[in-house]
């Protein structure tokens, strides 16, 4: 399952038409201007406020490494996690694994 926010590129047309042709996607898009629905809002503000705050990224890489440091940092944390759905009604679930 997909939930999206109204990005102009979640809509291109070679996006929709590879969502259409696999049926075990599902999309759901967001309304627009309502960051209080998606959880992924509250990740990003947690990376704003996290070590990488104010650093001027010298390259794509040098994005991508603090990114990913950032985020490994609040991986197992699931509580900030938990603390981000809150206020979209959603729930973190794990899967359990059928016996077998």
């Known amino acids: ?3 999206w926010d109204n990005l102009n590129v979640h809509k291109d047309r070679r996006l929709r038409e590879f969502v259409d042709t696999h049926d075990w996607i599902t999309c759901y898009f967001l309304p627009s201007y309502a960051p209080d629905l998606n959880p992924v809002e509250g ?3 947690l990376l704003r406020r ?3 705050a104010n650093t001027a990224f ?11 440091h950032g985020l490994r ?4 944390r699931s509580n900030l996690i938990n ?3 809150a206020e ?11 016996r077998q």
């Open 58 to 68: 010298t390259d794509p890489d040098h994005l991508m490494s603090a990114l990913r």
């Open 88 to 98: 979209t009604g959603l729930t973190l679930t794990t899967p359990r694994r059928q």
């Open 83 to 85: 603390g981000c759905l």
């Open 50 to 52: 996290s070590s990488q």
């Open 43 to 45: 990740i990003w503000s």
């Open 73 to 76: 940092q609040i991986q197992y």
């Open 1 to 3: 399952m997909l939930v």
